[in-house]
Antibody, heavy 121, light 111 residues
Framework: HVQLQESGPGLVRPAETLSLTCTVSSDSITDYFWTWIRQSPGKGLEWIAYFYDGWSSKYSPSLKNRATISFDTSTNQFSLTLTSVTAADAAVYYCARGTLTSYGYPFLDSWGQGTLVTVSS | NFVLTQPHSVSESPGKTVILSCTRSSGSIASNSVHWYLQRPGSSPTVVIYEDNRRPSGVPDRFSGSIDSSSNSASLTISGLQTEDEADYYC??????????FGGGTQLTVL
């Protein structure tokens, strides 16, 4: 059973860059969709990005210009960077593993516990 | 792009059956699979239905999913409601560009 654990700074200043890391306990990188999702306080889930096929990525259109997802196979970690953060980026950020369905799109079968990010000066 | 609309909140009594809906605003609900996640307060989401109607191992058979092309919606049915079912439920699908889309979530109260 795979385990995912997010880590990050907790507090980021406005206009700075947020960097988060997700450590994956095991798994073949190419078999899954490595995913970032966030949830603003009291709000619903928002998909941010996928990393898949060992080199491909997909981004939410609303965050595409500011988000970058990557995977480091040497450490079995994948990361999210989000530039030029504002108060609207304050949220719990989750990493998750996506498993492909017969439709050709993934569902998220394993989630990390989430990490809270506050944006404040 | 499309929106998945879920009722904000639903209440039902223990032992009863509840149906949570998820309506797609444009394009066919059947064009991409729908998944359902449960999130209890303070916890991470967990999948209860994937690929419209498939149940992961460990999820009770009280949970079932379906899609209805006539209403362009997906449904999550929970029978024999238990207090532990009280949670937020999110539906999720994809657009044609493989961007994930979440519904706004339904808060289920069991009382």
């Amino acid at each position: 059973h795979v385990q995912l654990q997010e880590s990050g700074p907790g507090l980021v200043r406005p206009a700075e860059t947020l960097s988060l890391t997700c450590t994956v306990s095991s798994d073949s990188i190419t078999d899954y969709f490595w995913t970032w999702i966030r949830q603003s306080p009291g709000k619903g889930l928002e998909w941010i990005a996928y990393f898949y096929d060992g080199w491909s990525s997909k981004y939410s259109p609303s965050l595409k210009n500011r988000a970058t997802i990557s995977f480091d196979t040497s450490t079995n970690q994948f990361s999210l960077t989000l530039t030029s953060v504002t108060a609207a980026d304050a949220a719990v950020y989750y990493c998750a593993r996506g498993t492909l369905t017969s439709y050709g799109y993934p569902f998220l079968d394993s989630w990390g516990q989430g990490t809270l990010v506050t944006v404040s000066s | 792009n499309f929106v998945l609309t879920q009722p904000h909140s639903v209440s039902e009594s223990p032992g009863k059956t509840v149906i949570l809906s998820c309506t797609r605003s444009s394009g066919s609900i059947a064009s991409n699979s729908v998944h359902w996640y449960l999130q209890r307060p303070g916890s991470s989401p967990t999948v209860v239905i994937y690929e419209d109607n498939r149940r992961p191992s460990g999820v009770p058979d009280r949970f079932s999913g379906s899609i209805d092309s006539s209403s362009n919606s997906a449904s999550l049915t929970i029978s024999g409601l238990q207090t532990e079912d009280e949670a937020d439920y999110y539906c999720q699908s994809h657009d044609s560009s493989n961007h994930a889309v979440f519904g706004g979530g339904t808060q289920l109260t069991v009382l």
